[in-house]
């Protein structure tokens, strides 16, 4: 499969937005005292990339940030747990994406939050080989629900003013 030079640099350069404020983020200090619990604010490249390119991209992108970042940031214990959350929350994404549309990107944005923390569980749940791990599900409900509403609407409001910008000759 042959790459356009355009696709390519504009694939590096949601990467690159998307690895800053992941390695941003991560450099914040912890918003619970509950391993996992983040804003999440690169899913917001996700979901640009869900409205405004193809689901390859938003693969490509994504897997691309988690590996970077992984090694950027320093954390590649969490590498696995990150891949898990991450694909989880890009399928049920893109599932919700095709069944609801544009318009509601901040539901779609919630699921994907909530599906990218049980991701996490399982995840945690094969390395650890304990039930235990079930216990962080009702705190990463509620701050899965909650990132999902903030990321959803700055993908929202982004997607309205990049609108805006790209309409003025």
């Not at 619970?32 to 619990?37: D, F, I, K, T, Y």
């Not at 779609?108 to 599906?115: D, K, N, W, Y």
């Not at 923390?117 to 009702?138: E, K």
């Amino acid at each position: 499969m042959k790459i356009k030079t355009k696709r390519l640099t504009l694939l590096a350069m949601y990467t690159t937005i998307a690895l800053t404020i992941f390695v941003v983020e991560s450099a914040l200090p912890p918003l619970l005292p509950v391993p996992g619990v983040k804003l999440g604010l690169a899913n917001i490249v996700t979901l640009w990339l869900i409205l405004n390119g193809t689901w390859k991209d938003a693969l490509c992108v994504l897997v691309m940030r988690i590996i970077l970042g992984s090694i950027f940031a320093g954390q590649m214990v969490s590498f696995a747990y990150s891949l898990a959350g991450g694909l989880l929350c890009l399928m049920a994404m893109l599932l919700i994406h095709h069944l609801l549309g544009k318009e509601h990107i901040v539901i779609t944005s919630v699921i994907g939050a909530i599906f990218h923390n049980i991701g996490q569980l399982l995840m945690a749940f094969v390395i650890l080989q304990s039930f235990s791990v079930i216990a962080y599900l009702p705190v990463l409900f509620i701050s899965g629900v909650a990132a999902g509403i903030f990321t959803g609407l700055c993908t929202k409001v982004t997607h309205k003013r990049m609108g805006q910008l790209m309409n003025l000759h």
